[in-house]
């Protein structure tokens, strides 16, 4: 992997500005009053880009959690990766979730060498840009875990120098389970561990990142 190429030059543009406002003004006060969303951990999230969070997910919450937990004007530089079936579904659909989110759309089905997600994944992190990866690659329905998928794996062989930061989110499930659309008071937590640079074939690093998810809910 090349070395990232450097942050671009300030300047704003209009969707990172409605963004930021949005996530500012009606997104971040939803999760401190609404959900109650708190943190443990801080001192591990990464200072600098880029980087791969990975996580459990349970709720549509989920990402806006994760980016909740950094400053606002780094949010044009970390990427969710979404299902593009889901979150490209229609067009208001797909400029809601590039516009708020500014989601990596990549495919889940009928995957081939054109739209392979794995490159995608890998030429975002040659720009400079932070990942935020659900390895599980969709949404459980309960508390648990699922097995991860090899892309996560993929990428820490092919981007070494990256740092893996592994979340546990707890309790956004039962705030806004799958199928709601209305969050419901309850107070869910972020719990963020020490970032790794797994090596090995793909089943260990699987086993190492899975494994680091996992402990933070013991």
Same mark, same amino acid.
């Given at each position: ?14 969707? +990172?500005?409605? +963004? ?10 939803l999760l401190l009053f609404l959900v109650g969303l708190r943190l443990q951990g801080r001192e591990h999230l990464p200072r600098t880009d880029p980087f791969i969070l990975i996580a459990n997910h349970s709720s549509h919450l989920d990402a806006v959690s994760l980016l909740s937990l950094f400053p606002l004007h780094r949010l044009r530089r ?78 820490? +062989? ?61």
């Amino acid at each position: 992997m090349t070395t990232p190429a450097p942050a671009p030059a300030p300047g704003w543009t209009l969707r +990172q500005i409605v +963004q930021v406002v949005c996530h500012l003004l009606v997104l971040r006060p939803l999760l401190l009053f609404l959900v109650g969303l708190r943190l443990q951990g801080r001192e591990h999230l990464p200072r600098t880009d880029p980087f791969i969070l990975i996580a459990n997910h349970s709720s549509h919450l989920d990402a806006v959690s994760l980016l909740s937990l950094f400053p606002l004007h780094r949010l044009r530089r970390i990427r969710p990766v979404a299902a593009a079936d889901y979150f490209e579904r229609t067009a208001l659909v797909s400029v809601l979730s590039r516009t708020l989110f500014n989601i990596l759309p990549i495919a889940r089905h009928d995957v081939s060498a054109d739209n392979d997600p794995r490159p995608l994944m890998l030429a975002a992190l040659e720009r400079g840009e932070s990942l935020i990866l659900f390895p599980e690659g969709t949404r459980g329905s309960g508390p648990g875990i699922g097995r991860f998928k090899s892309g996560v794996a993929w990428l820490a +062989q092919h981007a070494p120098e990256i740092p893996i930061v592994p979340v546990l989110l707890v309790n956004l499930g039962r705030s806004l389970p799958k199928g709601e659309l209305i969050p419901v008071p309850m107070f869910a937590e972020v719990r963020v561990g020490a970032p790794r640079r797994p090596r090995g074939t793909v089943d260990e690093i699987l086993a190492e990142l899975e494994g680091a998810v996992r402990k933070l809910g013991e």
